[in-house]
């Protein structure tokens, strides 16, 4: 048996859902971000039979200004993925931390931040110090 | 205090319509007036065709279940003064819509029936009542509360998804008698929720814990019955 009507869920984005749906909704978009990844990551791996030299050639790509970003992405992706699972995860085996389950989607907040920002600016950097 | 209010509704029949379309609305209001006060005062002085169901008006009987201004509430329960003067009244989402306001429920009830939402005990019917200690009724007292409105089952995006969810709701019933200490059939209503319709459905969302008229802890109950499969113990 299928929903009510085609489009719920789209439909759903209207919702005004708290803190728990926008993260659950993050965490599938973050999901699929880093499958895409997996995707493009055997690809380039698959070029190394093309030779080492038409291997590194390509490499300049990860390290163009756009690479960088969308590595930055790729980081926010993971580690949002990661930090939000594990929030999950304590969620689900203590059910009784329910009432404190706003406070800790901003903790987990934090956390991401506190560990995306240093990287992110280890990552973009050399676009702007030309390294 | 008098206020004005501009009320939108979505409007669907399917006899007339192609597809649903919104009416808006002006009117006075008092702060301290229910969203079913406005309803029924559009109903009876603008638009006698406008469809929606009630029936207690307090809060009880959970007919009149819908999205206002977004979230899942009931129209007998919330505030104008809460709302503000710019009212979106809409059917709940993922179950099909009858008319205007009006869902057809049957989904949402077969589920409710499919985790036996009935004591089951097979010992001989004792002479008195089956006696219950303070602290083991304790354990499923929250969940007594529902009252089968679906503002919690239509608020879980892994119910819009995919009807074939048991829901919140459902596990919310099944949390009553599961963790009763006069019941028999927790066995069997847990096996009916490690289904793949069952609770692992639930994402930990928290939606039908906020819909929830009643307040029940909504996704902590549905998290005591994941640990009650997974330990295997209640
Ligand atoms: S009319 Fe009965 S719950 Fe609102």
Redesign the pocket.
């Known amino acids: 048996m299928a929903a009510a009507s085609d489009g719920t869920l789209l439909q759903g984005l209207r919702y005004k859902g708290r803190e728990g749906q926008w993260s659950w909704l993050l965490h599938r978009v973050a999901g699929l971000g880093v499958l895409l990844f997996l995707v493009l990551h055997i690809f380039d791996i698959f070029l190394i039979g093309f030779g080492r030299t038409t291997f590194e050639e390509l490499l300049f790509l990860y390290h163009s200004p756009l690479g960088r970003l969308f590595e930055v992405f790729l980081i926010f992706a993971v580690l949002f993925h990661a930090v939000n699972g594990l929030r999950i995860i304590i969620l689900d085996f203590w059910p009784g931390l329910m009432e404190h389950q706003q406070r800790l989607v901003w903790v987990e907040v934090v956390v991401f931040l506190i560990i995306f920002l240093p990287v992110a600016v280890i990552t973009l950097s050399p676009i702007f110090t030309g390294a | 205090m008098t206020m004005r209010v501009h009320v939108k509704v979505r409007r669907f029949d399917p006899d007339t319509d192609q597809s649903p379309w919104w009416s808006e609305h002006d009117l006075d209001a008092e702060p301290s007036d229910r969203v ?1 006060d406005v309803l029924n005062k559009i109903k009876w002085e603008q638009d006698g065709k406008l469809a929606y169901r ?11 279940a819908m999205r206002i201004n977004g979230m899942n509430y ?4 919330v505030l104008v003064k809460d709302l503000g003067s710019n009212i979106t009244v809409e059917p709940l989402l993922g179950l099909p819509v009858i008319k205007d306001l009006i869902v057809d429920m049957e989904l949402f009830f077969e589920h409710y029936r499919s985790i036996m939402p009935y004591l089951v005990n097979n010992d001989p019917v004792p002479t008195k009542e089956r006696l219950q200690s303070p602290e083991e009724h304790e354990r499923y007292d929250d969940t007594t509360k529902c ?1 089968l ?1 679906a503002a919690c089952t239509t608020s879980c995006p892994s119910f819009w998804a995919t009807g074939d969810y048991l829901g919140p709701s459902a596990i919310v019933q099944a949390h009553r008698f599961i963790f009763d200490s006069r019941d028999q059939a927790a066995a069997d209503r847990l096996d009916i929720l490690n289904q793949s319709s069952g609770v692992w459905r639930c994402r930990t969302i928290y939606n039908c814990t906020s819909a929830c008229p009643k307040e029940i802890k909504v996704t902590k109950a549905i998290g005591e019955v994941k640990k009650a499969l997974l330990f295997n113990r209640f």
Do not use: E, M, N, Y
């Open positions: 079913l009630r029936s207690c008006a307090h809060g009880i009987c959970g007919s009149d009931l129209a007998c329960k009252i409105c």
